[in-house]
């Protein structure tokens, strides 16, 4: 396995890939790697010759405020997770390969409506900042898959829109959510947690399954149950962002008629946002 930094080394390696008619799969982190995003590497692998893992950790999704300057940045320890796991090539580009002329001057890709709402409501600008590194590491790796978790639900399906809407030649694949025994969703902001917080963090995944059995016993009172999850996290001791049930394509909230259904939770556990998502069908 390589690490790389520069653009220009990277499209020299993956040149010599595609002389050898060997196919590229892109798996996009930021780092601090754990068993969730280990699995989108194997994935890429099944898929793809050769995997790409970046790890970049992009200033442009994290809002004033938010863990930019305290995101755990572990290098050598997810290089030695990756080589483990069969990845090829690293590229581990600073912010100033990235972004040249700074965040200001950059160019934004927006994706219309699917960022609207749940973490976009939440966090203005950062589906803005998502879309834009993305489609940069896609033009950047010009692979033939990329691999995404759908622990991050509403970002599959901004990566989704704005494949398809800006007409990449990439085939996005969503990979199932990684989770602990506990059902707690594998996410590298989970080390953020203390010990008793870490005790009270089940509750996320307990309120989704706990909503999913009252919809596929027929349930359709989408706001009474909404209204009742975000009670059961607040009486489990987290502050609920929001908990939605919405159309699992469209992300707008469910109607009756719907038959495949997805539902959204945020919520903070001390300074720790969690997300995570269920989706049923009916």
Do not use: W
């Not at 016993?217 to 209204?227: A, C, I, K, P, V």
């Not at 259904?261 to 009916?282: H, P």
């Amino acid at each position: 396995m390589r690490t790389v930094h520069s653009l220009k080394e990277l499209r020299t390696i993956l040149r010599g890939y595609r002389r050898q008619g060997k196919t590229i799969g892109l798996v996009p982190t930021m780092g601090n790697l754990h068993e969730g995003h280990i699995s989108l590497v194997r994935k890429a692998a099944e898929a793809a010759d050769v995997v790409v893992t970046s790890i970049f950790v992009n200033p442009m999704q994290f809002g004033a405020g938010e863990d930019l300057d305290t995101y755990p940045r572990t290098l050598t320890e997810d290089q030695e997770q990756l080589e483990a796991a069969g990845n090829t090539l690293v590229f581990a580009p600073g912010v100033e390969e990235v972004y040249p002329e700074g965040l200001a001057l950059q160019t934004q890709v927006v994706v219309p409506e699917v960022s609207d709402g749940h973490c976009g409501a939440s966090r203005p600008g950062h589906f803005e900042g998502v879309a834009t590194v993305v489609t940069m590491l896609l033009n950047m790796v010009q692979p033939d898959v990329a691999v995404f978790g759908e622990k991050d639900f509403q970002q599959l399906a901004v990566i989704r829109k704005l494949v398809r809407d800006l007409m990449l030649p990439v085939e996005v694949v969503g990979a199932p959510t990684i989770r602990e025994d506990d059902g707690l969703a594998k996410s590298s902001r989970n080390g953020y947690l203390t010990a008793s917080e870490r005790k009270i963090a089940p509750a996320v995944y307990q309120t989704l399954q706990a909503t999913a059995r009252e919809l596929t016993g027929g349930r359709s009172d989408f706001q009474t149950l909404e209204e009742e999850a975000r009670n059961r996290l607040a009486e489990a001791g987290l502050r609920p962002d929001y908990f939605n049930i919405v159309n699992s394509q469209t992300l707008k909230p469910a109607s009756t008629d719907d038959t495949d259904i997805t539902l959204l939770v945020a919520a903070f556990l001390g300074t720790t946002r969690l997300i995570d998502n269920l989706s049923v069908s009916r």
